[in-house]
């Protein structure tokens, strides 16, 4: 019997939870009318990040998200650092190396993990450049 009561607690808090936190204007993505009627009712909204608050961001979809984690994200080589190295020829044919930063207690673990995940993201994306040539 408890179960059964512990399952009506929780939809009674998300009952409220929906109608008294979800429902206010602050925890929306802001919008802006864009077509009025004569009456000067809203016909049309226009919703999105540029029309909100700091606040209401946060609750705006992301209408194209980027398709890579930002981990994956590689600066262009005429962005990469190249304080360690002899000389920055390296922007001119693009050929510098890239630093990826990793932390933790374990550096054999860090190191092993780093490499696993470079690896199979560098087969990942030749298999999709390769595979998708083939059907254009």
Known sequence: MIPFYLCILLVIIQILF????????DNRCGCECIERNRA???????CGLEHSKPDQAFFCSIP???????LLQIPRPESRDVR???????RRTGS?????????????????????????????????????????
């Open 18 to 25: 929906d109608t008294q936190v979800n429902n206010s204007a």
């Open 84 to 90: 360690g190295l002899r000389d920055d020829s390296c």
């Open 96 to 136: 510098c190396p890239v630093t990826i930063l990793f932390t933790g207690n374990n550096r054999s673990l860090g190191t092993s993990m780093s490499l696993f995940l470079l690896f199979y993201v560098s087969v990942l994306v030749y298999l999709h450049w390769n595979l998708s040539s083939c059907f254009l």
């Open 64 to 70: 194209r998200p980027p398709l890579w984690p930002p």
């Open 40 to 46: 000067g009712k809203c016909q049309r909204e226009l």
